[in-house]
T-cell receptor, first 115, second 113 residues
Framework: DAMVIQNPRYQVTQFGKPVTLSCSQTLNHNVMYWYQQKSSQAPKLLFHYYDKDFNNEADTPDNFQSRRPNTSFCFLDIRSPGLGDAAMYLC?????WGPGQETQYFGPGTRLLVL | AQSVTQLGSHVSVSEGALVLLRCNYSSSVPPYLFWYVQYPNQGLQLLLKYTTGATLVKGINGFEAEFKKSETSFHLTKPSAHMSDAAEYFCAVRGGGADGLTFGKGTHLIIQP
């Protein structure tokens, strides 16, 4: 089945130790998004790729970076995780942005724990 | 810019009763509106969406929502609650372009037997 896959589902890292979360999709969608969801809060958009064009939200910390080497894969890099970065990280895709193709499909998320 | 307000962080209904989850939005452009459901430790699943056309939209699991432009609302309803409906529900809005979603803070739906 076509889907959005996130690995791993749970990730434990140490304070200040770089960590990478991965997302892959078999939907062949052009747009990929990363959201951060802290406990009992709404998901918050960090950035998105439209094809290879990277779009960073204004309030996304510099500590967060992303890579999209091809259509199928997108990575979230946290260069120096702090305790406040512990959260669920959600990857989503949409085919395009125009009418009828704007629905975002979410992966199951990766829960990050920072020790 | 867009924003979403969900009234009530927790809503409790009896099994078989009407479910009503409230959502109001603001948007500087004609909005796309969505309801997503999230079960514990899982990602978000789309329930339904409004983009253009008919203002009453039907989704999965018996849910529906009505877009009321004059009230800037997009409330979610279900005639008869089921125990499996217990989850977190998020209303979201999106403007034009390849923008991400702006989510409300979520409503935790509790179903009492």
């Amino acid at each position: 089945d076509a889907m959005v896959i996130q690995n791993p589902r749970y990730q434990v890292t140490q304070f200040g130790k770089p960590v990478t979360l991965s997302c892959s999709q078999t939907l062949n969608h052009n747009v990929m998004y990363w959201y951060q969801q802290k406990s009992s809060q709404a998901p918050k958009l960090l950035f998105h790729y439209y094809d290879k064009d990277f779009n960073n939200e204004a309030d996304t910390p510099d500590n967060f970076q992303s890579r999209r080497p091809n259509t199928s894969f997108c990575f979230l890099d946290i260069r120096s995780p702090g305790l406040g970065d512990a959260a669920m990280y959600l990857c989503a895709t949409s085919r395009e942005w125009g009418p009828g193709q704007e629905t975002q499909y979410f992966g199951p998320g990766t829960r990050l724990l920072v020790l | 810019a867009q924003s979403v307000t969900q009234l009530g962080s927790h809503v409790s209904v009896s099994e078989g009763a009407l479910v009503l989850l409230r959502c109001n939005y603001s948007s500087s452009v004609p909005p796309y509106l969505f309801w997503y459901v999230q079960y514990p430790n899982q990602g978000l699943q789309l329930l339904l969406k409004y983009t253009t056309g008919a203002t009453l939209v039907k989704g999965i699991n018996g849910f529906e929502a009505e877009f009321k432009k004059s009230e800037t609302s997009f409330h979610l309803t279900k005639p008869s609650a089921h125990m499996s409906d217990a989850a977190e529900y998020f209303c979201a809005v999106r403007g034009g372009g390849a923008d991400g979603l702006t989510f409300g803070k979520g409503t935790h739906l509790i179903i009492q037997p």
